[in-house]
C-alpha cells in the first residue's frame, strides 16, 4: 500500500536534553514565525494566544509574552507567510475546534476564514504552508475523524478557499507537519495510525510531485517542522527525533 521512503528519525535528546528554559506557560503548542526566528506564538493549555518578539540564541533574558487573544481561544496554531506590512500571519483553529482564524497584526483582531462542516468533524491540528497550484497560503488540518484537509486559500478583496480531502489510504490522522525548507513543492508530514504502540503512531510522508504516501521509519505522537525545513517529532516518552532523508 505505502512505498519505501528512504526516510527516518534519528535521535537527538530525550526528554527536555539539550533544550534551555525560557518561560514557565502552563499547556500549549508552540510554532516558530516565518518572518523571524527570534519570535514565537503560543497556544496555551487554556486557549490563550501570546507571542514574543525575540528568544535568545543561548540563555539570557527573553521578551515578555504579549497577549493576543482578544474574545478568541485556541486549541492549536501556525504562522505562514507575513503581511505585507511585515507582520507574522498566524492561523489558529478555535478552541472549539469549529473555525479556523487568521490574524497577528493587532492584539485581539482575529478574522474568521473556515467553519467545519458536520462531516468534517472537530478540526484538531494545523500546519501551514506555500500555495499550491496558484493559491496564496495552503493550510493543512487533522480533524478528530480521523481526515486530513488541505484548505488553497487566495486572499484579495474577498477570501476564496478550496478544500481538498488529503486522508487517502491513511489510517486515522492525528497530527500534521509540512516542510517548505527544500524545493519547489512542500513535503507532507503526518502522525497517523489507529491504534498506538507503546511510543505512539507511524509517521507518513507524502510526496507532491508523485502525489503518493511513503510510510517513513519511526514511531511518534507530534510532528513539527522548522524553519530550515528540518523534521521533527517527539514520542510519548519524550524522546525527541530529528529527520533525515538516505
Given at each position: 500500500m505505502y512505498g519505501s521512503s528512504h526516510t527516518g528519525f534519528s535521535l537527538v535528546s530525550s526528554a527536555a536534553e539539550g533544550f534551555y528554559p525560557i518561560a514557565r506557560i502552563t499547556g500549549g503548542t508552540i510554532?516558530?514565525?516565518?518572518?523571524?526566528?527570534?519570535?514565537?506564538?503560543?497556544?496555551?493549555?487554556?486557549?490563550?494566544?501570546?507571542?514574543?518578539?525575540?528568544?535568545?540564541?543561548?540563555?539570557?533574558?527573553?521578551?515578555?509574552?504579549?497577549?493576543?487573544?482578544?474574545?478568541?481561544?485556541?486549541?492549536?496554531?501556525?504562522?505562514?507567510?507575513?503581511?505585507?506590512?511585515?507582520c507574522d500571519m498566524v492561523f489558529l483553529v478555535s478552541h472549539d475546534g469549529r473555525k479556523i482564524y487568521r490574524g497577528g497584526r493587532i492584539a485581539g483582531d482575529w478574522n474568521l476564514i473556515y467553519t467545519s462542516s458536520v462531516f468534517d468533524g472537530s478540526l484538531t491540528n494545523i500546519s501551514v504552508g506555500k500555495g499550491l497550484y496558484g493559491s496564496h497560503t495552503s493550510i493543512y488540518v487533522t480533524t478528530s475523524r480521523g481526515r486530513l484537509l488541505r484548505l488553497d486559500c487566495q486572499w484579495g478583496p474577498?477570501?476564496?478557499?478550496?478544500?481538498?480531502?488529503?486522508?487517502?489510504?491513511?489510517?486515522?490522522?492525528?497530527?500534521?507537519?509540512?516542510?517548505?525548507?527544500?524545493?519547489?513543492?512542500?513535503?507532507?508530514?503526518?502522525?497517523?495510525?489507529?491504534?498506538?504502540?507503546?511510543?505512539?503512531?507511524?509517521?507518513?510522508?507524502?510526496?507532491?510531485?508523485?502525489?503518493?504516501?511513503?510510510?517513513?521509519?519511526?514511531?511518534?505522537?507530534?510532528?513539527?517542522?522548522?524553519?530550515?525545513?528540518?523534521?521533527?517529532?517527539?514520542?510519548?516518552?519524550g524522546d525527541v527525533f530529528l529527520g533525515y532523508r538516505q
Open positions: 510554532a516558530n514565525t516565518s518572518g523571524s526566528k527570534y519570535s514565537a506564538w503560543m497556544a496555551t493549555g487554556d486557549g490563550r494566544i501570546i507571542w514574543t518578539a525575540r528568544i535568545p540564541t543561548s540563555g539570557g533574558t527573553v521578551t515578555p509574552w504579549s497577549d493576543y487573544s482578544g474574545s478568541i481561544r485556541a486549541r492549536d496554531l501556525d504562522t505562514g507567510s507575513q503581511f505585507s506590512d511585515g474577498s477570501l476564496s478557499i478550496k478544500k481538498n480531502d488529503m486522508t487517502g489510504t491513511l489510517p486515522f490522522t492525528r497530527d500534521v507537519a509540512v516542510q517548505d525548507g527544500n524545493g519547489a513543492q512542500p513535503e507532507l508530514y503526518v502522525i497517523a495510525g489507529s491504534t498506538a504502540n507503546i511510543y505512539g503512531y507511524s509517521i507518513y510522508r507524502y510526496d507532491m510531485w508523485q502525489q503518493k504516501w511513503y510510510q517513513c521509519n519511526g514511531i511518534a505522537e507530534r510532528i513539527a517542522v522548522d524553519m530550515e525545513g528540518r523534521v521533527w517529532v517527539v514520542n510519548s516518552v
